[in-house]
């Protein structure tokens, strides 16, 4: 069975430094692995989806993950923090095409910070 | 770019009462999706639902649950008898096809149970 876990529920950084958020997940197959973002009382937005093509995948707003499956890990993480970062981050798995419809498996989230 | 839309964007019910909450997905896409999220607690999933039928359903889709898609753009959740433990952010959302299992998400629906 897939799960997926985030290793941190909240982080803070300051504006302009590294972020660095956590994600560790386990599956049965090949799995697909996403990051969707939540801003204050808006919807779910897709960051980026790795689908076994290539490990480091770019995604919007200038955010990247990284597929390791030795560590079974997919960190997300952005170079520079901004202030319009600050929301809440999910780290989601999903078995790829084995079923009509896929389950997908959210994370508990994890609220990143930006200092001033 | 097409999105998923939902509506209303808050409904307050008072116990007891029925709710139907609308989505219209993607217009090309053939998956359909609830989930929902309880205030500062993960995204559960519900139900997927594909050609007229529904996919599959978790625990907490139990009877006083049901999906319908009454025309060919609407795709709309039912609660027959709400609770206080039901109030939640429902989140629809659609993916194109089963080879594609990325799923778009509408902005959601807050629920308020009296």
């Known amino acids: 069975a897939q799960s997926v876990t985030q290793l941190d529920s909240h982080v803070s950084v300051s504006e302009g430094t590294p972020v660095l958020l956590r994600c560790n997940y386990s599956?049965?197959?090949?799995?697909?692995l996403f990051w969707y973002v939540q801003h204050p009382n808006k919807g779910l937005q897709l960051l980026l989806k790795y689908t076994s093509a290539a490990t480091l995948v770019k995604g919007i707003n200038g955010f990247e993950a990284e597929f390791k499956k030795s560590e079974t890990s997919f960190h997300l993480t952005k170079p520079s923090a901004h202030m319009s970062d600050a929301a809440e981050y999910f780290c989601v798995v999903s078995d790829q095409g084995y079923s009509s419809a896929s389950k997908i498996i959210f994370g508990s989230g994890t609220r990143l910070s930006i200092r001033p | 770019e097409p999105e998923v839309t939902q509506t209303p964007s808050h409904q307050v019910t008072q116990m007891g009462q029925e709710v139907i909450l609308r989505c219209v997905p993607i217009?090309?896409?053939?998956?359909f999706y609830w989930y929902r999220q309880i205030l500062g607690q993960k995204v559960e999933f519900l139900v997927s639902f594909y050609n007229n039928e529904i996919s599959e359903k978790s625990e907490i889709f139990d009877d006083q649950f049901s999906v319908e898609r009454p025309d060919g753009s609407n795709f709309t959740l039912k609660i027959r008898s709400t609770k206080l433990e039901d109030s939640a952010m429902y989140f629809c959302a659609s993916s194109p096809d089963r080879f594609t299992d990325t799923q778009y998400f509408g902005p959601g629906t807050r629920l308020t149970v009296l």
């Open positions: 217009s090309n896409h053939l998956y």
């Open positions: 599956s049965s197959y090949s799995p697909s």
